[in-house]
């Protein structure tokens, strides 16, 4: 479990693909300073499992899954990436709850300056708009953010200076993918009002093929 709010700016040391698969090198400083074998770092918004590290870069495994429903097939050699550590219980939560488990992938579609912040325009598709609620949380790359508007194929944020500075999102290109994740509640909300129980009959199951069956007649 994450928080978004990304604790540094990784560069990619190595891509070594397989068929469907891939172990990426990273390398970081802050997210290593307490880091043991299996500890979970979302990398541009995925939680991603350490398989090895030393003091300057850790490595990851990543599952065909996981590079068909993300942005991370496209990573290269030299690319920045969001990273954070996970949760720790009694830590302040300062962004939203995010798995790290992504719904989808989006793509930038304009960028818009306005004072000190600059705006954002993500296309989606539909599975993961229906999700999206104004003024509700959104993680994008792995940055939790305020959704500021949304309509039928996009949606907007707002990043301040900080935020500018402290992750990638501004670096992006028109057209660049990114890591999507909604705010999980209102895929709970979904899943139990959809959700219908089996009907169980009335009828009593006792009847006179049940007492032959058994033995009764």
């Known amino acids: 479990m994450f928080t978004g709010i990304v604790e540094e700016i990784g560069s990619i040391e190595s891509v070594s693909r397989g068929t469907e698969s891939a172990k990426i090198k990273i390398k970081a400083n802050k997210v290593l300073e307490d880091v043991k074998l299996g500890d979970s770092i979302s990398t541009n918004g995925v939680c991603l499992t350490v398989t090895e590290f030393n003091k300057n870069s850790f490595v990851v495994d990543v599952m065909a899954e996981t590079m068909r429903k993300s942005s991370l097939d496209s990573l290269k050699k030299g690319n920045k990436v969001n990273l954070e550590r996970a949760l720790r219980v009694g830590d302040r939560l300062g962004g939203h709850l995010v798995s790290g488990h992504i719904d989808g992938v989006g793509s930038v579609k304009d960028f818009k300056k306005e004072d000190n912040a600059i705006w954002i325009t993500i296309e989606a598709p539909s599975n993961i708009l229906k999700y999206i609620v104004l003024k509700g949380s959104i ?18 944020v707002s990043i301040i200076p900080h935020t500018q500075d402290e992750t990638i999102l501004v670096k992006k290109n028109i057209g660049d993918k ?18 219908k129980e089996q009907k169980v009959s009335e009828k009593s199951k006792i009847d006179m093929n049940f007492l032959e069956k058994n033995g009764f007649l």
């Open 178 to 195: 990114v890591n999507l994740e909604c705010d999980m509640i209102g895929k709970y909300v979904e899943r139990f009002l959809s959700f």
């Open 139 to 156: 993680s994008i790359d792995g940055v939790s953010l305020t959704v500021a508007y949304v309509d039928d194929g996009s949606f907007k």
